[in-house]
C-alpha cells in the first residue's frame, strides 16, 4: 500500500504561480510512476503530469507544457508540482497519483486550486 498527502493548493489571481506538493509513505519502493491529476465538476479526471520514480522522465498534458513543472525528491518520497501562468481554466481539484509495477493505481484526497480571472 502507498499513502499519498497532498498540500499547496490556494487561491491565485491568473498569472499567479502555486506549488503543489506530495509526499508518499509505505511501499514506497514500489512505486514506478506518480504524478498529477485534476478534475472539475461532471468532467473525468484527466492527466496533468507525470514523472517516473528512478530516471525522472517527465511527461505532461498540452494544455500545461511551458507553464507546469513536475520534479521529484526521491529522498523525500515527494512529487511536486510547479504551476506558473495560471489560468482560471487551470481551476480543479488537483490528485496526486502513484502507480506501482503492477500497475495498481493509488490517489491522494485531492487539494482544490482556484484561479481567479
Known amino acids: 500500500q502507498v499513502q499519498l498527502v497532498e498540500s499547496g493548493g490556494g487561491l491565485v489571481q491568473a498569472g499567479g504561480s502555486l506549488r503543489l506538493s506530495c509526499a508518499a509513505s509505505?511501499?514506497?519502493?514500489?512505486?514506478?510512476?506518480m504524478g498529477w491529476y485534476r478534475q472539475t465538476p461532471g468532467k473525468q479526471r484527466e492527466l496533468v503530469a507525470t514523472?517516473?520514480?528512478?530516471?525522472?522522465?517527465?511527461n505532461y498534458a498540452d494544455s500545461v507544457k511551458g507553464r507546469f513543472t513536475i520534479s521529484r525528491d526521491s529522498a523525500k518520497n515527494t512529487v511536486y508540482l510547479q504551476m506558473n501562468s495560471l489560468k482560471p481554466e487551470d481551476t480543479a481539484s488537483y490528485y496526486c497519483?502513484?502507480?506501482?509495477?503492477?500497475?495498481?493505481?493509488?490517489w491522494g484526497q485531492g487539494t482544490q486550486v482556484t484561479v481567479s480571472s
Open positions: 514523472i517516473t520514480r528512478i530516471r525522472g522522465n517527465t
Open positions: 509505505g511501499s514506497t519502493s514500489t512505486v514506478n510512476v
Open positions: 497519483n502513484a502507480k506501482n509495477w503492477n500497475l495498481d493505481n493509488y
